[in-house]
């Protein structure tokens, strides 16, 4: 840590030198070159300008979400996120592995440690668990990704922040349709119309994503629609309606071990023997209303509601089953869940100095209804594999959280800006068993965390083109309701014996307009006590522990220039060293080489990543730009014995935009890993049957066009 230090002191000093000759970003000199985009960025207090903030934020905008890209994945547009590792499991049925920091990494399945938001509604569910599977990308207009202590005024499961905002309507109205194709029997037709008229704006979005899947048993449909509409009423307040609606069928290749791996990275024998796939249907509503009531004060109050239904075979062999305890092979799942957040928010001041202070209250409620079957019927020649048999599990569960919060800034001297917050979470599971048959008794259970979480950052603006901040926090993550859904042992009710994560975060960062482009530099140090890790991991069911305490020190480094005649590079590097400081075993209790030695490596987390990127995009005509990514090796184990090699690919497009009578066109072509390397997509974490790699496709090619009407 104490060279990570010095490293960071050395970037601040040559930041410091350089800036003198800088010009400023957003207000560039008449006639200077350089131009980046003013924006703000969403925080609990309201909307920042990122420069300003206290903290490690990056934004995505449109444009580099849906230019050249097939508009399915956030794996397509985030690589030049520092701290951000999204790793595309090529398994629609469990979406994409996204860490943040490390946190979330050990997730089979979904997001977890990660805090996801669309539009303002929580997209991770009062549990932690979230999913990124209803995120249209043909109508978002940003995505912006929060790192380090602040992200802890979120709530549980909060190591990092990731929100998707939906564009708004705009005049005149426009028509637009898209059509991309690609590798793999990979189709992807959309439409969207927007437009706004009389204080009422609106967008409209479908789409269809269909593919074969790069890997046998791995085809998917995916059916997405997406609305916004937002009306400016007489008092000056806005209110917007959001709503959205997702179906996904997916076949599910599951893992591979290292000689499958070796032998043929495109297989999935297990998976084909029993059929395993996933089904979702997933529909929400939320509404905003924002009212300034006065120059110095604004109130923020925001409802929504959704329904999720899953249903997914799994791999589990019927002698698994056998066991009274045991939950069968095919899980079954509805869960309803809605909530609130009301925030008022004062501007004013405190010994002659400007302070904002926010205050609210977010309220989110969980109900769900689980349900396991046997993934067979019949005996011997006759049994069948991968179909709905007998139940073997039902129960209601409900998760909530009440969090009151608060946060403020305060401009204590004319160069210097102190922000602090704090949020009182507390979390509470019941679970109501119905399924009790003999030996199976009742496995009802309830249980409840709270967590007082307080985050503070010191801003220094040295001089208008260089910011320096130390920020630090407190946060912590319980287990998911799917986390604690299975027992080690194969037996049965929920995983009370989990106990949340606690952590303890510390960053020092830098943020400098220099050379005509923005530098970003940070180093951080996370501490956490009961580090939940994966216990057990087959067939798809993983069960959980508590390890003891672990810590991740890193350092990110960014670099964005763009220019006025179009030319854009990018540059992001990240350095995280995620270690156990305790040992443990895992699974427990110590038996043969399952000891985790203290100083190993936490699994699913690389090293090093780096990215780079080279484009010219001018708004009409030809553009085209390169990628680079390379990320180190992945260990796969809690005991560091089995590990996903490091790789570095390249990427290759081009593209065409034009006007006419109207119309606008554009159309692409891609061409991602150019060089063929052979490279694991994502692992999946403590896989007891040694099946830890789900493989990535070699040299593959996307194409795609468009049009849009202007009316």
């Known amino acids: 840590m104490k060279k990570t230090a010095a490293a960071a002191m050395a970037l601040f000093a040559a930041a410091l030198h350089a800036q003198d000759a800088a010009p400023t970003i957003e207000n560039p000199p008449a006639g200077g070159t350089p131009s980046l985009r003013a924006v703000t960025v969403s925080t609990p207090r309201g909307a920042t300008v990122p420069f300003d903030l206290p903290g490690s934020v990056d934004l995505v905008d449109r444009q580099q979400l849906r230019d050249g890209k097939l508009q399915v994945n ?32 050990r997730s089979t399945f979904g997001l977890r440690g990660v805090r996801l938001y669309v539009d303002g509604i929580p997209a991770t569910l009062p549990d932690g668990q979230g999913q990124s599977t209803n995120i249209d990308l043909g109508s978002a207009d940003r995505v912006e990704v929060l790192r380090g202590p ?30 991309a194709g690609g590798s793999f029997g990979s189709t992807r037709l959309g439409a969207k119309a927007s437009g706004a008229s009389g204080g009422i704006d609106y967008v409209l979005s479908a789409s269809r994503f269909r593919t074969d899947g790069y890997r046998d048993h791995s085809a998917a449909t995916r059916d997405i629609a997406n609305g916004k509409l937002g009306v400016q009423l007489d008092d000056g307040s806005r209110l917007t309606l959001i709503a959205n609606s997702v179906r996904i069928d997916a076949q599910d290749p599951l893992g591979l071990t290292q000689a499958q ?103 989110d409620s969980l109900h769900e209804q689980r349900r396991g079957y046997e993934n067979f019927i019949g005996t011997g020649a006759a049994q069948q594999l991968g179909v709905q ?53 009742d496995d009802s259970g309830d249980a409840r965390y709270r967590q007082l979480l307080p985050a503070a950052a010191l801003r220094f603006a040295a001089t208008r083109d260089l910011n320096l901040y130390v920020t630090g926090g407190r946060g912590f993550e319980t287990p998911t309701l799917n986390e604690l859904s299975y027992r080690p042992g194969n037996v049965g009710g929920l995983n009370f014996a989990l106990q949340p994560s606690v952590n303890r975060s ?26 939940i890790v994966t216990a057990t991991n087959s067939g798809g069911r993983a069960t959980f522990q508590n390890a003891g305490r672990t810590q991740r020190d890193g350092v990110e480094l960014s670099w964005l220039h763009e220019t006025r005649n179009h030319w854009r590079t990018q540059l992001a590097y990240t350095w995280l060293d995620a270690r156990y400081r305790d040992g443990f075993c895992s699974p427990a209790p110590c038996a043969g080489g ?115 009407y202007v009316f």
């Open 261 to 363: 791996l070796e032998a043929d990275p495109r297989a999935a024998p297990l998976a084909t023997q029993y059929d395993t796939r996933k089904t979702v249907e997933q529909t929400q509503v939320g509404l905003l209303y924002e009212r300034r009531i006065d120059a110095d004060q604004d109130l923020r109050l925001m409802l929504y509601a959704g329904d999720r239904r899953t249903t997914q075979f799994q791999s589990i062999p019927p002698s698994a089953q056998a066991s009274a305890l045991s939950a069968g092979g095919v899980i079954d799942l509805q869960r309803r869940y809605a909530g609130f957040d009301a925030r008022w928010t004062v501007r004013t001041a405190l010994a002659g100095r400007p302070f904002e202070l926010s205050t609210g209250l977010a309220y």
């Open 594 to 708: 399952n000891a985790v030695a203290p100083d190993n490596r936490i699994p699913g987390i690389a090293k090093q990543s780096f990215f780079a990127s080279f484009g010219y995009a001018p708004p009409l005509g030809w553009r085209a730009g390169a990628e680079l990514r390379a990320l180190s090796r992945i260990a796969a184990n809690d005991t560091n014995t089995a590990s996903a090699p490091g790789y570095v690919v390249a990427a290759l497009q081009a593209g065409y935009v034009q006007r006419w009578a109207g119309w606008e066109w554009n159309a692409f072509a891609r061409v991602d890993n150019l060089f063929d390397r052979r490279t694991v997509g994502s692992v999946i974490v403590n896989e007891s049957n040694a099946r830890y790699f789900e493989s990535a496709p070699g040299r593959n090619w996307t194409v795609g066009a468009g049009a849009t």
């Open 389 to 441: 048999g007998a139940l073997r599990r039902d129960e209601r569960n409900e998760v909530g959280n009440v969090d009151p919060y608060v946060q403020a800034r305060w401009d204590i001297a004319e160069r210097w800006s102190l922000e602090a917050g704090l949020r009182q979470s507390t979390v509470r599971f019941d679970s109501d068993d119905r399924y009790q048959r003999g030996i199976n008794g």
């Open 506 to 531: 510390l960053e020092i960062g830098a943020k400098a307009r220099v050379a005509d482009g923005l530098f970003t530099a940070a180093v951080f140090q996370t501490r956490t006590d009961h580090e």
């Open 74 to 105: 956030l794996s397509e547009s985030l690589g030049g996120v520092p701290g951000l590792q999204v790793q595309n499991r090529q398994n629609y049925a469990q979406d994409l592995q996204i860490s943040v920091r490390g946190f979330g990494a």
């Open 150 to 179: 602040f992200s802890a005024l979120y709530g549980n499961s909060s190591g990092g922040v990731i929100q998707v905002f939906t564009e708004d309507g705009e005049a005149p109205p426009r028509l637009g349709f898209s059509v």
